[in-house]
């Protein structure tokens, strides 16, 4: 975990091309010869970082859309786990942000299809449910709805990490974002709300 934790950091911070494995091993205190018997080259440890995280989200995602639980009460859940993680994993979502708006276009796809194509069937899957039970509008798109979902929730992530989405949500919302936790929960539940849920006459 150590030097998980330790390439994160460079990552992060300096992007994949910039990152150093010496200071990876460095920081991580092990010799660059150890870690190289963990992972083949820096490709192999940046994608290793990045399958952790995504497969630590399909986890909680997965788990939320099977339960019977309203539709707005799974986004609340997600919501609030958007506010957690970014908060205890800052350095995880920096490198997220990295990632999308990587120079390398051979990362940027593979990492665009192995996250997007997950949260993509998992928030689609939700809506479709939703619909079955009634819970949710049958008039709209579930792939359409469920991008629009995931926008949401990404640039909620960004905004609680990354210095420039911060500055972003003040000068929309004249506040700082992480003093507004429930704040946000609250308006982002009642705009989706008006657009996933049945109008009641």
Known sequence: MRIINAA?????????DNANINNIAKKAGVSVGSLYKYFT??????????HYGISSMEEMLLKLVESDEDILLKVEKIIRSVQKTSKENELLIKLYNVMTSESNPRFASQFAYEMESMTARIYRLAIERGKKTGDVREDIDS???AYLLDNIFMNLQFSYASDYY???FK??????????DDFVVEQCLKFIKA???KEIN
């Open 171 to 180: 000068i929309y919302t004249g506040n700082e974002i992480l003093e507004r």
């Open 8 to 16: 994160t950091t460079e990552f992060a911070l300096k992007g994949f």
């Open 195 to 197: 657009a996933l849920k």
């Open 41 to 50: 080259n820096k490709q192999d440890l940046f994608l290793t970082i990045i």
């Open 143 to 145: 792939a359409f709805a």
């Open 166 to 168: 911060k500055e972003r």
